[in-house]
């Protein structure tokens, strides 16, 4: 239950910030080219947007298998050595995402600190910071259930039958008889 919540939550964030980045930057880039004026703090909100859900849509990328894997030499490996290079990667995962996220942390309490705000919105920067902790922690949480999930099922999350279309992929498909073409 808590997992389906988790991933909920994590699907309507990244919609709700990219769809608001959108939609703030339509109706600026509208009211410049109607009214020649604009909202000044259209483009911080933006970015600060787009950083949101960079984030979190890292996290959704660890989840769903969808990340670039350079995974030529597990695929040319059998046995304990392919299982080993994936435990590798994936505690090699956890550990720079949880890094990361224990040092956004310290950056933000820091930056809470020195009272700083953002140039046109004045909000506080902490709250902006606060994206690299919580997206990295997501992440690294996402790492975690991705090792589990391999150590109970042996399964790697895989985006599905397109992430098996890579080099070599269809060296043991059968030639289909061509009858019909005479």
């Not at 984030?55 to 030529?72: E, L, M």
């Not at 606060?130 to 999350?157: D, H, N, T």
Request: overall charge positive; aromatic content about 14%.
């Amino acid at each position: 239950m808590f997992h389906r919540i988790l991933d909920r939550l994590e699907e309507w964030l990244i919609l709700t910030f990219m769809a608001s980045a959108t939609l703030v930057t339509f109706v600026s880039v509208a009211m410049r080219y109607v009214f020649g004026t604009g909202f000044t703090w259209a483009t911080e909100l933006t970015i600060y947007l787009f950083i949101w859900m960079a984030k979190f849509g890292a996290a959704y990328g660890v989840r769903t298998g969808i990340h670039v894997g350079v995974d030529y030499v597990v695929n040319k490996v059998e046995g304990a050595k392919k299982r080993l290079l994936i435990i590798t990667g994936i505690t090699l995962g956890i550990i720079f995402t949880g890094t990361i996220a224990f040092f956004g942390g310290r950056w933000v309490v820091f930056i809470y600190g020195t009272g700083q705000i953002s140039p046109d919105l004045e909000w506080p920067m902490w709250i902006i910071y606060l994206a690299i902790p919580l997206g990295s922690g997501l992440m690294c949480y996402r790492f975690i259930q991705s090792l589990v999930k391999f150590l109970r099922q042996g399964e790697v999350v895989s985006a599905g039958p397109a992430a098996d279309l890579r080099e070599g992929a269809l060296d043991d498909v059968q030639p289909v008889a061509r009858e019909n073409a005479k």
